[in-house]
Every structure is written in structure tokens, then in C-alpha cells.
């Protein structure tokens, strides 16, 4: 069975850090994934993607400059690094990826990803 599984939320204050691990289990292979996060009584947005291959990254502008994600070598692990955080970045943040060597890699083209993980809390407080 293939899935992706979320780890590393958490609650902090404003200004502070938190790092966000996602693995693929029992894939292996080129994919595009990345993190969405949704806030209470609002829709679910894209953060940040990458595909695992060319390490080619997109991130939403909201967090651009802030947020970092990046891939081990394998390609079945990526992490978000979130720092400079901010209550607004509040919310549950999932895990998606698109497995079978997807041709294009983007938070557009992850929105529709092949799998989605449990998601992981993040609270920023003020």
C-alpha cells in the first residue's frame, strides 16, 4: 500500500519555527509533492511543492521567503521548514504527492494529487 505520511506539527508563537516531514511509503520513484494547509471555514491552499528529481520548487506568495521545502535523495522524504511564522500560517497542513513521474510539478498540478496525508496541526499564536 502507498501513502504519504505527515509528521512535526505543532504549536508555537509568532516569530517562531517548526519543521514539517513528509514520507512516502511504499513508493519509489520521481513525484511531485508538497503541502497544502487548510484554516478553519476556509478553503484548502497550496504552501509549497517540489518534484523529487530536479528539486524544482513553487511556493504560494504568502509564504515565499519564509518557508523552504526541500527533498532527501531518495525521493520518498520531503520537509517544510517554516520559520518568520505567523498566526495567520495556522491551520492543518497535508501532505500530497503525484506519483509515475508526473510531467509537470507545481502547486496547480499537486492540487489534484494521486495521494493525500492525514494531516498535521499547526498553531502560531500571537
Known amino acids: 500500500e502507498i501513502k504519504v505520511v505527515e509528521s512535526g506539527g505543532g504549536s508555537v508563537q509568532a516569530g517562531g519555527s517548526l519543521r514539517l516531514t513528509c514520507r512516502a511509503v511504499?513508493?519509489?520513484?520521481?513525484?511531485?509533492m508538497g503541502w497544502f494547509r487548510q484554516a478553519p471555514g476556509k478553503e484548502r491552499e497550496g504552501v509549497a511543492s517540489?518534484?523529487?528529481?530536479?528539486?524544482?520548487?513553487d511556493y504560494a506568495a504568502s509564504v515565499k521567503g519564509r518557508f523552504a521545502i526541500s527533498r532527501d535523495k531518495a525521493e520518498t522524504t520531503v520537509y517544510l521548514e517554516m520559520n518568520s511564522l505567523k498566526p495567520e500560517d495556522t491551520g492543518t497542513y497535508y501532505c500530497a504527492m503525484r506519483s509515475g513521474w508526473p510531467p509537470y510539478c507545481d502547486l496547480n498540478a499537486l492540487a489534484t494529487p494521486t495521494y493525500w496525508g492525514q494531516g498535521t496541526q499547526v498553531t502560531v499564536s500571537s
Open positions: 517540489i518534484r523529487t528529481r530536479s528539486g524544482t520548487t
Open positions: 511504499g513508493y519509489y520513484g520521481t513525484s511531485c
